[in-house]
């Protein structure tokens, strides 16, 4: 037996297992891997650092871990250019702009916080890539953009920044190329289609990001939604789905028609998803909300987030929470850790502390469980996920209410542009939706998806490793020792690469 050719088969059929499984959708996950004091603190950093600033359904593939102590923040894989090139980029329903790394960026950072390096584009590698000028259209609707500084007819670059209330900006040029999505067909089936957008190729960016850039989904003209939507491809209509049992969820762009779901109108005349709240209950008790909150009459106003990885409640009413929370709990000690208040419990949360319930316009309510505003820093210690934005949101923000992803989680959430109202209603996000396809008036089962960090997966039931089985199975026994020895050291190199 030539054992140098076998060794040669045997690596080939290793390559082939290592490169086999790839995704051709959007794969969301957390933006921070990690866990303990060092997570708390990006995720409260990266808070700061933000607010101190028609005819398809497209299906996005969700990933990541719910837990804040774990992960914090989604994110997905977007398909730019030709040849096409993947990215990362912040899932954010709190911004408005796509942009990603420019080739030429010198003060943008090389590796995320954990060592990843970030990807640029770069536009003289893409064929169908080209400059947006300032006589385009999309320029002067370009919410980020200065029509009087872009005057049209000089055939000048459409500039943009994004300046943040904390001093973080992140600002360059608007480019326009091809985007690569996953159009809903069939119940659970998408075929590809493209589009042209336009985003932001960033020149500038503060140096504590862990992703290639944003996909900003918020209500202003340059959103990748309404860019589709003016081309005619989407309606201005999106969800998601948070599933904070077990990771990922449901993200989809299109009508929901099942379940169905209660809405309240949208705030006129914001860039944020803002609705009025009416009132607030700990455990059944209704809270006094003070008229000094920002909003009028009886309503206060309360982003709706997708960004920020907890919950900021405006000083006296995180009080007020807190007090309430810990009621039935006199004697337990809590620290602080990275800014948030801790304790160890051994019991189960659901059984120790109440539901905290948001009241809003048109009877919408929105119950947060023990389970989703505690999670677990280590051990048996819990850490509360509401925030004092009064201490810690920039001074123009600190009486809102802010609510992110802890209070999102396990919740079907509809974004409509349309009729320009948001709703929601507890789900199981590890199950399916139903959205219409505009185009054909079908119907189609989208589901959700659990989509891991690590680019190859090993599997037991691709074609390849059954064939290595059979292959160990009907050869002799020397051979099997080498082949044996061969699977030690492709699992221990797969695990390696995956880490």
């Given at each position: 037996?030539d054992?140098?050719?076998?060794w040669s088969?045997?690596?080939?059929?290793?390559q082939?297992?290592?490169c086999?499984?790839?995704?051709?959708?959007?794969e969301?996950?957390?933006?921070?891997?990690?866990e303990?004091?060092?997570v708390?603190?990006?995720?409260?950093?990266?808070?700061l650092?933000r607010?101190?600033?028609?005819?398809?359904a497209i299906?996005?593939?969700?990933?990541?871990?719910?837990?804040?102590a774990?992960?914090?923040l989604y994110?997905?894989?977007?398909?730019?250019?030709?040849?096409?090139?993947?990215?990362h980029?912040?899932?954010?329903t709190g911004?408005?702009?796509?942009?990603?790394?420019?080739h030429?960026?010198?003060?943008c950072?090389k590796?995320?916080n954990?060592?990843?390096e970030?990807?640029?584009?770069?536009?003289?590698t893409?064929?169908?890539g080209?400059?947006?000028?300032?006589?385009?259209?999309?320029?002067?609707?370009a919410?980020?953009s200065?029509n009087?500084?872009?005057?049209?007819?000089?055939g000048?670059?459409c500039?943009?920044?994004?300046?943040?209330?904390?001093?973080?900006?992140?600002?360059?040029?608007?480019?326009?190329d091809?985007?690569?999505?996953?159009q809903?067909?069939?119940?659970?089936?998408?075929?590809?289609m493209d589009?042209?957008?336009?985003f932001?190729?960033?020149?500038s960016e503060d140096?504590?990001?862990?992703?290639?850039?944003?996909v900003?989904?918020g209500?202003?003209?340059?959103?990748?939604?309404?860019?589709?939507?003016?081309?005619g491809?989407v309606?201005?209509?999106?969800?998601?789905?948070?599933?904070?049992?077990?990771?990922g969820?449901i993200f989809?762009?299109?009508?929901?028609?099942?379940?169905?779901?209660?809405?309240?109108?949208?705030?006129?005349?914001?860039?944020?998803?803002?609705?009025n709240?009416?009132s607030?209950?700990?455990?059944?008790?209704?809270l006094?909300?003070?008229?000094?909150?920002s909003?009028?009459g009886?309503?206060?106003?309360t982003?709706?987030d997708?960004?920020?990885s907890?919950?900021?409640l405006?000083?006296?009413?995180?009080?007020?929470?807190?007090?309430?929370?810990?009621?039935?709990?006199?004697?337990?000690?809590t620290?602080?850790?990275?800014g948030?208040?801790?304790?160890?419990?051994?019991?189960?949360?659901?059984?120790g502390f109440?539901?905290?319930?948001f009241?809003?316009?048109n009877?919408?309510?929105?119950?947060?469980?023990p389970?989703?505003?505690?999670?677990?820093f280590?051990?048996?210690?819990?850490c509360?996920?509401?925030?004092?934005?009064?201490?810690?949101?920039?001074?123009?923000?600190r009486d809102?209410?802010?609510?992110?992803?802890?209070?999102?989680?396990?919740?079907?959430?509809?974004?409509?542009?349309?009729?320009?109202t948001?709703?929601?209603?507890?789900?199981?996000c590890?199950s399916?939706?139903?959205?219409?396809d505009e185009a054909?008036?079908?119907v189609?089962?989208?589901?959700s998806h659990l989509i891991?960090?690590?680019?190859p997966t090993?599997?037991?039931f691709k074609p390849?490793?059954?064939?290595?089985?059979?292959?160990?199975?009907?050869s002799?026994?020397?051979?099997k020792d080498?082949v044996?020895?061969?699977?030690?050291?492709?699992?221990?190199?797969?695990?390696?690469?995956?880490?």
């Amino acid at each position: 037996m030539d054992y140098g050719k076998m060794w040669s088969i045997l690596l080939i059929l290793a390559q082939l297992m290592c490169c086999a499984v790839g995704h051709f959708v959007f794969e969301v996950h957390h933006k921070f891997d990690g866990e303990g004091e060092a997570v708390l603190g990006a995720m409260r950093a990266h808070d700061l650092q933000r607010h101190g600033r028609n005819l398809a359904a497209i299906d996005f593939q969700l990933g990541g871990h719910y837990s804040p102590a774990l992960h914090a923040l989604y994110f997905t894989n977007i398909t730019i250019g030709t040849p096409p090139v993947d990215y990362h980029v912040q899932v954010d329903t709190g911004s408005n702009t796509l942009w990603v790394n420019c080739h030429d960026c010198e003060s943008c950072p090389k590796k995320s916080n954990f060592g990843v390096e970030f990807k640029r584009y770069d536009l003289a590698t893409s064929s169908t890539g080209k400059n947006v000028t300032c006589d385009e259209e999309f320029c002067h609707a370009a919410s980020s953009s200065s029509n009087k500084n872009c005057p049209a007819g000089t055939g000048r670059q459409c500039e943009y920044s994004v300046a943040y209330a904390d001093g973080g900006t992140t600002g360059g040029y608007f480019v326009r190329d091809n985007f690569r999505f996953n159009q809903v067909t069939g119940n659970l089936q998408t075929s590809t289609m493209d589009g042209n957008i336009a985003f932001g190729c960033s020149m500038s960016e503060d140096p504590g990001k862990s992703v290639d850039g944003i996909v900003g989904l918020g209500r202003a003209n340059e959103t990748i939604i309404s860019q589709l939507a003016s081309s005619g491809k989407v309606k201005r209509v999106f969800s998601h789905c948070l599933d904070g049992n077990r990771g990922g969820g449901i993200f989809a762009i299109g009508e929901v028609t099942e379940p169905k779901v209660n809405r309240t109108p949208l705030v006129p005349n914001e860039s944020h998803y803002s609705v009025n709240l009416k009132s607030l209950e700990v455990g059944g008790i209704f809270l006094n909300l003070s008229t000094n909150f920002s909003g009028t009459g009886s309503s206060r106003r309360t982003i709706i987030d997708s960004g920020a990885s907890v919950a900021y409640l405006p000083s006296e009413v995180y009080q007020q929470v807190l007090e309430k929370m810990m009621s039935q709990h006199p004697d337990l000690q809590t620290r602080i850790e990275q800014g948030f208040t801790c304790f160890e419990y051994n019991g189960t949360v659901d059984d120790g502390f109440p539901v905290v319930n948001f009241h809003f316009e048109n009877s919408l309510s929105l119950p947060v469980h023990p389970h989703s505003y505690l999670f677990l820093f280590h051990g048996n210690e819990y850490c509360i996920g509401w925030q004092n934005s009064s201490s810690t949101l920039p001074r123009d923000e600190r009486d809102i209410f802010l609510l992110g992803d802890i209070v999102l989680s396990n919740k079907l959430v509809v974004y409509d542009l349309e009729n320009q109202t948001i709703g929601w209603t507890e789900y199981n996000c590890s199950s399916s939706i139903k959205v219409r396809d505009e185009a054909t008036g079908n119907v189609y089962d989208v589901g959700s998806h659990l989509i891991s960090a690590a680019a190859p997966t090993f599997t037991l039931f691709k074609p390849t490793f059954i064939t290595l089985l059979l292959f160990i199975v009907a050869s002799p026994n020397e051979l099997k020792d080498h082949v044996l020895k061969f699977i030690l050291v492709s699992i221990f190199l797969l695990h390696f690469v995956t880490l």
